[in-house]
């Protein structure tokens, strides 16, 4: 969530809700009404990527993440942040980045194709219901109430995504326009407002949209600006950081409600690269290595996938056993409010 100032702030008076959510499904829900068949993408192969030699200094045994591509054909002529040349930049400057940690990343897949025009912009996720307090930090709050796909984004994965066996297993970097997360934010005394932001790249994390996204889609990473060069370099690790490590704005000392903007780590906005290790790396390397995203390649080639989430993926789902840090919420409000 490269451009979420802050995770999980969350809810709204529900008349506004009522208001925003319907002017912004207006429109899909009258051609398509509930949860109509949605005409899956055409896709066809970018024949101009070499994924063999892409994909040549990959070692056989070593954890691997497997990453497939989908560029859109139709952008609109004014919309110039995203090509395949980019994302295919953006996934070697991942490789990089993750090399340190001993994870590979293997290209399986770069197609480009026409997409239905309405999924070029879409909304992410409902408005959040009930904001962030101190009683619970965020992923405990993240936990009671998830976030909800829209269903104009479900509807997008669903025509992006082709059917495929290791569906649950893949990172989906999917190139689109904009998309646009609702948040919630402290407006003033006991009162908060919904904020509207343009990501640059959205990664929709298990601890997140845990038991709320179809399994088919849980691996679907949205970019939508590759144009500068921090987010050349960074954005697409990033993303993918809050899959396979699940979680959010966080290195070190820094907890995810507190500021995010500074260097050192990937997971913060910043330069930083590091994926720290240990409690006081709050197990970033750790569980990036027990990623369900994560396979090691036999010698007969057949993929050995570690273990899946125990309880959808949450931040302290049973699979990451110790290796998650227990903190206490925050609010910024008056505490005498
Ligand atoms: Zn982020």
């Not at 008349?15 to 896709?43: M, R, Y």
């Not at 996934?91 to 070029?120: C, H, M, N, W």
């Not at 993918?240 to 903007?261: D, F, L, Q, W």
Request: charged residues 20%.
């Amino acid at each position: 969530m490269r451009s979420s100032p802050k995770q999980g702030s969350r809810a709204l008076s529900a008349a506004v809700a009522a208001l925003v959510v319907g002017a912004a499904c207006a429109a899909s829900a009258q051609a398509h009404p509930g949860h109509a068949k949605v005409t899956p993408v055409a896709w066809k192969t970018v024949a101009s990527v070499d994924l063999a030699a892409f994909n040549k200094d990959l070692v056989a045994g070593k954890p691997t993440m497997d990453v497939a591509v989908y560029v859109p054909s139709n952008f609109d002529p004014a919309f110039k942040k995203i090509s395949v040349e980019q994302m295919i930049d953006g996934i070697r400057a991942a490789k990089e980045i993750y090399a340190p940690t001993g994870v590979q990343i293997k290209l399986v897949s770069v197609k480009t194709g026409v997409i239905d025009p309405r999924f070029l912009s879409i909304q992410a996720n409902e408005i959040p219901r009930v904001p962030d307090t101190e009683y619970l930090n965020s992923y405990e709050a993240s936990k009671r109430h998830p976030t909800e796909l829209t269903q104009m984004a479900r509807e997008a994965f669903e025509s992006v995504i082709e059917p495929d066996k290791d569906n649950t297993r893949t990172l989906y970097l999917i190139g689109l326009q904009d998309v646009i997360m609702p948040f919630l934010e402290l407006a003033e005394g006991r009162n908060w407002t919904v904020k509207m932001v343009r990501t640059g790249g959205l990664s929709f994390p298990s601890y997140s949209y845990y038991n709320t996204i179809p399994e088919a889609y849980r691996g679907a990473i949205t970019i939508t600006n590759l144009s500068t060069p921090g987010r050349a370099r960074r954005t697409i690790a990033h993303e993918i950081g809050h899959k396979v490590m699940n979680v959010s704005h966080e290195y070190k000392t820094t907890s995810p409600a507190h500021e995010v903007y500074a260097d050192g780590g990937l997971m913060l906005y910043g330069t930083g690269v590091d994926v720290p290790a240990g409690e006081a790396g709050r197990w970033h390397l750790e569980r990036l290595l027990a990623s369900p995203y994560l396979y090691r390649l036999r010698s007969d080639g057949t993929k050995q996938w570690n273990p899946d989430y125990k309880e959808g993926g949450h931040y302290y789902d049973p699979l990451y056993g110790q290796k998650a840090v227990q903190f206490p919420g925050q609010s910024k409000m008056d505490p005498n409010w």
